[in-house]
């Protein structure tokens, strides 16, 4: 069956770089596009980023001010999320989902893993 297992999320500080990785298996990587996404409790879950299915194009929103980076590594079925200079507004639970497009919602993926933590620490 198709899996998204999310990894390296771990409690961090301000200022700090955290690198979220996605294993993909189930399904044929190449042909789907990636995203990211982040929830907080009584929060919609917010776009991160994405990426096609052959790596040429990223999409990330305005918002994250060019902090964040997402890459794929179509051989070994991984997809990272390096996020930079963190601040306590991305202390969130991050999720990877594959679909068939590059968007911002999450309608549009159709697998799901089961997330990764970043927490801040006080």
């Known amino acids: 069956q198709v899996q998204l297992v999310e990894s390296g999320g771990r409690l961090v500080q301000a200022g700090d770089s955290v690198r979220l990785s996605c294993a993909v298996s189930?399904?044929?990587?190449?042909?789907?596009?990636v995203g990211w996404f982040r929830q907080t409790p009584g929060k919609e879950r917010e776009f991160v980023a994405a990426?096609?299915?052959?790596?040429?194009?990223?999409y990330f929103p305005s918002s994250m001010n060019g902090r964040f980076t997402i890459s794929r590594d179509n051989a070994k079925n991984m997809v990272h999320l390096l996020l930079n200079n963190l601040n306590p507004e991305d202390a969130a639970a991050y999720y990877c989902a594959a679909g068939s497009r590059p968007t911002n919602k999450p309608s549009s993926y159709d697998y799901w893993g089961q997330g990764t933590q970043v927490t801040m620490s006080s």
């Open positions: 990426i096609s299915f052959s790596g040429d194009s990223t």
């Open positions: 189930g399904l044929r990587f190449s042909s789907y596009a």
